[in-house]
Every structure is written in structure tokens, then in C-alpha cells.
């Protein structure tokens, strides 16, 4: 059972930088496709980005040119950089893989990090 942990999050200005990391143990062999979500209060848990094997990326339209995800496999860990940081980025930030090429990976999921943005 491959399991991911978080960790990166925290208060951050608005304009200010945060890089989130997510890394998988057991069963990592089976990972095709790591992404992030995030869940506000009060709101459904959206992706915010993705990014299988193949070098397929899927992003939220309000996180393009500001957040990038990448993986790098010898770690095991995917990372989220995100630049340009808005209050409306505030939410708790899960972490997701999955077996299959796809750009909404939901097999297996972290516990959430929380990021906070101040204006």
C-alpha cells in the first residue's frame, strides 16, 4: 500500500513562496501519476496540478504560470512550487497518486498540509 506524507506547508505573505514536498513509500514502483488538490473551508476539493510518468501536466486555471509541479523519482517525492502566492491559495493541500497515466490521480492519498496566505 504505497502511502504518501506531506510536509512544506505553513503562513505565508501574499507575493511570498512556498514549495510543497510529498513523499511515497511502499509500493512506489506502481506510481504513475502524482498531483495535488486542495480544499478551502467551505469548499469542494479541487486538482491543482498533476503530472504522470509520461510528463503529461494538468493545472487549475487560477494556479498557471504561478505553480509548478514536479517529481523526482530516485526520492520518491513530487513537489509543488508555488510562487506568487494569493489569500484565495489558502487551503489545506493533499497529495495524491495513482497507478494509472492520469491527470486526476485518486488512488492513494496524504493527510493534508495546511497553507495559509495573509494578505
Known amino acids: 500500500q504505497v502511502q504518501l506524507v506531506e510536509s512544506g506547508g505553513g503562513l505565508v505573505q501574499a507575493g511570498g513562496s512556498l514549495r510543497l514536498s510529498c513523499v511515497a513509500s511502499?509500493?512506489?514502483?506502481?506510481?504513475?501519476?502524482m498531483g495535488w488538490y486542495r480544499q478551502a473551508p467551505g469548499k469542494q476539493r479541487e486538482l491543482v496540478a498533476a503530472l504522470t510518468s509520461g510528463g503529461r501536466t494538468n493545472y487549475a486555471d487560477s494556479v498557471k504560470g504561478r505553480f509548478t509541479i514536479s517529481r523526482d523519482n530516485a526520492k520518491n517525492t513530487a513537489y509543488l512550487q508555488m510562487n506568487s502566492l494569493k489569500p484565495g491559495d489558502t487551503a489545506v493541500y493533499y497529495c495524491a497518486a495513482d497507478r494509472s497515466f492520469t491527470t486526476r490521480p485518486s488512488d492513494y492519498w496524504g493527510q493534508g498540509t495546511q497553507v495559509t496566505v495573509s494578505s
Open positions: 511502499a509500493g512506489t514502483f506502481s506510481i504513475n501519476a
